[in-house]
């Protein structure tokens, strides 16, 4: 296939990939299917499929999967207590602390537990506090945009992370575990401490959130773990597909553009996997300059909508947050975030 039917052909993919969800309400109820057969068509159209391609698709969304398993069970068999806990923490602080606390804990703390289970704890809190459904989303998406930027301080935090550090373990770099905290904390740390006072802003301002609750919802059963954790491999599965049709585009495109149109270029993050976006950009032949714009905005890009990292996908999924009702929220943080850092990067970087 000559390089303009690619383009064309991957291109008609990627935009039904970002409408199709906000126009058809089928598509988005069923986001882990169609995400799914949009992967398989980006690889059939870009030629990609190997046995590479298909080992990774089946073996990689394992560890994720396991990870969400495992802490579902635990979060089912010890959720009583677990709310007995926020509950109790709820009513020695006021709402507006609680909030700040919870986001940018949660989005430190990522880089050490893991994205994953930042997000599963990030799901209990908001359940146990029992917050209208307006406040819940903003604290959710807010939660989720913390985490996907502090997870990347340490290669335990998110794939992405551990990606880039094996890309650059070598010269020039020399990449070790704390590398991308030396080369990325200034602006992260900030950046999540941000994101809290949003929070508390855009959450805290409901002064009568506890007075508009509705109750608890019941109990899930075991079987809704199982399948909450089934999606959760299907989704990640569609995303490595994504990533690997997409391919060849970036390959011929991505690392060949300028530092500053890098950082532009990345927000389609929002859409595919970032951490396949980190493998296929990210190497020892890149400057300095050119990681850290790709980095930082693979990260803030990815809190624009569901597919956008895993805490995304965790969050939304067990709460059932749709696509539309995320990106109300996720595109103006995304947007402004990456308006607020593009200056900076530059800057500092």
């Known amino acids: 296939m000559n390089v303009l039917n690619l383009t064309i052909g991957l291109g008609v993919i990627f935009v039904i990939v970002l409408v199709a969800p906000f126009l058809i309400k089928r598509v988005?109820?069923?986001?882990?299917?169609?995400?799914?057969i949009m992967g398989a068509s980006a690889a059939t159209v870009s030629a990609s499929w190997s046995l590479h391609l298909v080992e990774e698709a089946l073996v990689e969304p394992?560890?994720?999967t396991v990870?969400?398993?495992?802490?579902?069970l635990l979060f089912h068999y010890f959720r009583h207590q677990i709310r007995q806990g926020v509950n109790s923490i709820i009513h020695r602080m006021a709402f507006r602390p609680f909030v700040f606390l919870v986001v940018v804990v949660l989005g430190f703390l990522s880089s050490v537990i893991s994205a994953i289970i930042a997000a599963l704890v990030l799901v209990e809190v908001v359940s146990a506090t029992d917050m209208e459904r307006r406040s819940a989303l903003r604290l959710v998406v807010l939660g989720c945009f913390a985490i996907g930027l502090g997870a990347v301080l340490t290669p335990l935090g998110e794939p992405l992370s551990t990606i880039a550090i094996a890309k650059l373990k070598g010269e020039?770099?020399?990449?070790?575990f704390f590398y991308l905290l030396q080369l990325l904390g200034k602006f992260i740390?900030?950046?999540v401490?941000?994101?809290g006072a949003a929070a508390v802003f855009l959450v805290g301002r409901h002064r009568h959130a506890r007075a508009a609750l509705e109750a608890?919802?019941?109990p899930e059963r075991l079987r809704h773990v199982g399948v909450r954790a089934g999606k959760v491999y299907l989704f990640v599965m569609a995303l490595i597909?994504?990533?690997g049709g997409f391919k060849p585009l970036i390959d011929l495109y991505f690392s060949q553009i300028p530092a500053a149109a890098l950082y532009w270029a990345n927000s389609a993050s929002a859409v595919l996997d970032n951490a396949t976006l980190t493998a296929a950009e990210i190497g020892p032949n890149l400057s300095q300059q050119q990681i850290v714009s790709a980095l930082m905005a693979l990260l803030i890009a990815g809190a624009a909508l569901i597919p956008g990292n895993i805490p995304n996908i965790i969050c939304a999924g067990k709460l059932k947050i749709g696509m539309r009702e995320w990106a109300t929220v996720g595109i103006p943080a995304a947007l402004l975030g990456m308006a607020v850092y593009f200056p900076i990067v530059f800057l500092l970087g």
């Open 241 to 243: 597909l994504l990533g």
């Open 62 to 64: 394992i560890k994720i």
């Open 193 to 195: 401490l941000a994101v």
């Open 216 to 218: 608890p919802e019941a």
């Open 172 to 176: 020039p770099y020399n990449a070790g």
């Open 67 to 72: 990870a969400v398993l495992l802490a579902g």
């Open 28 to 36: 988005e109820a069923n986001l882990e299917v169609f995400l799914f």
């Open 189 to 191: 740390i900030p950046g």
